[in-house]
């Protein structure tokens, strides 16, 4: 089961520090041993002073304060960097790396080791689980977006579809033959496991719309489009997402857009079990304007 770090809340090692309250903190902590030693010492003066930012006390507690705060906050970098949700850098390499057993890969994200390095802790449980495969499929490159792990039937087959970031998803094949070597290893392939590894793209779709602009749109939004539809899309079309014509639709038709109309795909594409779609070809024709 994924796990996402963004819903994890914060632990209460790692604080939340205002410079003023540790001033106003301080401030209180000397009015309130002044006048300790003014009660022993009734001769001495009140001390009025603490609002005038040139007061002597006053530098010397926002100076005390400042060392607090730069204290207070390496202390929470500490912390930070030994748990995995807020650990970056070379502090979540080492982590990972020496805490997880799990070694940073080429090209890979922060993002990425950290979900490795769950899908690690979620399938070492015992050889087979679906974790246990996406990791050391993820493993293998940074290229890969998404495992997704299969069993067709009720005996030992399993189905590994692989969807990368590159090719628009389509994994290339020398991608899934060291997939393929590594899970079929003996090292982690389960006893009973039959493992075959394939692609999750099944099907590339080719767009085509007419677009008209509005009037006043600058022509750099009808230039946009295409890249701008090819970025959702490598955001969104994931394993198991559905390429549906108003999803194209909408994407053509950001502000500036007067009409898009849709000429291909014809048909809506939804994805089967472990499919993702790719999109092909984009032809976009600029009509003219209108309103």
């Given at each position: 089961m994924a796990i996402d770090l963004n819903s994890i809340p914060k632990p209460q090692v790692i604080e939340e520090i205002t410079y003023a309250a540790i001033v106003a903190r301080k401030k209180a902590t000397f009015q309130a041993l002044w006048n300790a030693v003014r009660t022993a010492n009734p001769d001495m003066p009140l001390y009025d002073v603490l609002m005038l930012e040139t007061d002597a006390a006053m530098i010397v507690i926002e100076a005390d304060a400042t060392d607090e705060m730069l204290l207070r906050a390496r202390i929470n970098d500490g912390a930070k960097a030994n748990i995995l949700p807020w650990s970056t850098g070379n502090d979540l390499a080492v982590l990972a790396q020496f805490g997880h057993g799990v070694a940073p890969i080429d090209g890979e994200t922060e993002d990425q080791?950290?979900?490795?390095?769950?899908?690690?802790?979620?399938?070492?449980?015992?050889?087979?689980?679906?974790?246990?495969?996406?990791?050391?499929?993820?493993?293998?490159?940074?290229?890969v977006r998404?495992?997704?792990?299969?069993?067709?039937?009720?005996?030992?087959?399993?189905?590994?579809?692989?969807?990368?970031?590159?090719?628009?998803?389509?994994a290339p094949d020398a991608l899934l033959d060291a997939i393929r070597?590594?899970?079929?290893?003996?090292?982690?392939?389960?006893?009973?496991?039959?493992?075959?590894?394939?692609?999750?793209?099944?099907?590339?779709?080719?767009?085509e719309a007419d677009i008209w602009l509005r009037p006043s749109a600058d022509y750099a939004?009808?230039?946009?489009?295409?890249?701008?539809?090819?970025?959702?899309?490598?955001?969104?079309?994931?394993?198991?997402?559905?390429?549906?014509?108003g999803w194209i639709g909408a994407r053509l038709a950001p502000a500036g857009v007067y009409k898009a109309a849709l000429r291909a795909p014809l048909a809506?594409?939804?994805?089967a079990?472990?499919?993702?779609?790719a999109i092909g070809n984009v032809k976009l024709n600029f009509m003219g304007r209108d309103e």
């Amino acid at each position: 089961m994924a796990i996402d770090l963004n819903s994890i809340p914060k632990p209460q090692v790692i604080e939340e520090i205002t410079y003023a309250a540790i001033v106003a903190r301080k401030k209180a902590t000397f009015q309130a041993l002044w006048n300790a030693v003014r009660t022993a010492n009734p001769d001495m003066p009140l001390y009025d002073v603490l609002m005038l930012e040139t007061d002597a006390a006053m530098i010397v507690i926002e100076a005390d304060a400042t060392d607090e705060m730069l204290l207070r906050a390496r202390i929470n970098d500490g912390a930070k960097a030994n748990i995995l949700p807020w650990s970056t850098g070379n502090d979540l390499a080492v982590l990972a790396q020496f805490g997880h057993g799990v070694a940073p890969i080429d090209g890979e994200t922060e993002d990425q080791l950290k979900e490795r390095v769950i899908l690690k802790e979620q399938g070492s449980s015992s050889a087979g689980p679906k974790e246990w495969y996406q990791f050391h499929a993820r493993s293998v490159s940074a290229d890969v977006r998404e495992v997704e792990v299969l069993r067709p039937g009720t005996g030992p087959e399993l189905q590994l579809a692989i969807l990368s970031f590159s090719n628009g998803g389509v994994a290339p094949d020398a991608l899934l033959d060291a997939i393929r070597a590594k899970v079929t290893a003996d090292n982690v392939r389960g006893d009973n496991d039959i493992v075959t590894v394939v692609r999750a793209v099944r099907a590339v779709i080719d767009i085509e719309a007419d677009i008209w602009l509005r009037p006043s749109a600058d022509y750099a939004v009808f230039e946009a489009l295409e890249p701008n539809l090819r970025a959702a899309w490598d955001k969104e079309g994931k394993i198991g997402a559905d390429l549906l014509k108003g999803w194209i639709g909408a994407r053509l038709a950001p502000a500036g857009v007067y009409k898009a109309a849709l000429r291909a795909p014809l048909a809506e594409h939804v994805a089967a079990l472990g499919q993702a779609f790719a999109i092909g070809n984009v032809k976009l024709n600029f009509m003219g304007r209108d309103e």
